[in-house]
């Protein structure tokens, strides 16, 4: 084992750091090859695909001995110029796995598109009325403070030597 941290550093260079570079000077060429742009997007495909799936399932894969230096070791199989993996891994399992379920997919994505809005939109709702009502508190408390309080007045008591308090 190489270790986790000298892995994951490894992972970040040779999996995102890299292959984002590479993407970088593809895009930026004058006339860039499309065969060039669509094997940088099918490995991005692959990488977000493969990272939301790890998050999803890190309580199964964690435990894996190795895992880190496999990841590592795919990733490198996926841009390598000598296997161009991506090609092979996109055209061989993910295409025809979306492709089957595109429908089912485009559906779920628009349920969560609409719920996701209506999500926002009470949240906001509520949001707003929370601090409509904080700013209301803070008004109220603010007013409450500016309100004059009485003050003893001093009269001297006529005919004596001594002053009477007087509260207004």
């Known amino acids: 084992m190489l270790g986790s941290f000298l892995t994951r550093g490894l992972v970040l260079v040779f999996g995102y750091a890299y292959p984002a570079y590479e993407c970088y ?10 065969e060039q742009l669509r094997f940088w997007c099918q490995y991005w ?32 199989y996926l841009w390598y ?3 161009k993996g991506t090609t092979y891994v996109y055209d061989s399992f993910f295409r025809p796995y979306v492709a089957k379920h595109e429908n089912e997919i485009d559906r779920n994505l628009l349920e969560l598109r609409t719920r996701a809005g209506d999500m926002a939109i009470l949240y906001w709702q509520r949001a ?31 005919g004596t030597d001594h002053i009477v308090v007087l509260i207004k």
Do not use: C, H
Not at 136 to 145: N, T
């Open 128 to 158: 707003a009325s929370y601090g409509q009502t904080r700013v209301f508190d803070i008004l109220q408390y603010v007013s409450a403070q500016s309100i004059p309080r009485p003050r003893p007045v001093q009269v001297p008591s006529p």
């Open 25 to 34: 000077k593809t895009v930026e060429l004058n006339k860039p090859e499309i």
């Open 45 to 76: 495909i692959l990488v977000a695909v493969l990272t939301v799936s790890e998050r999803i399932g890190d309580a199964f894969i964690s435990w894996v001995p190795m895992y880190s230096e496999a990841k590592l070791a795919f990733f490198i």
């Open 81 to 83: 110029p000598k296997t």
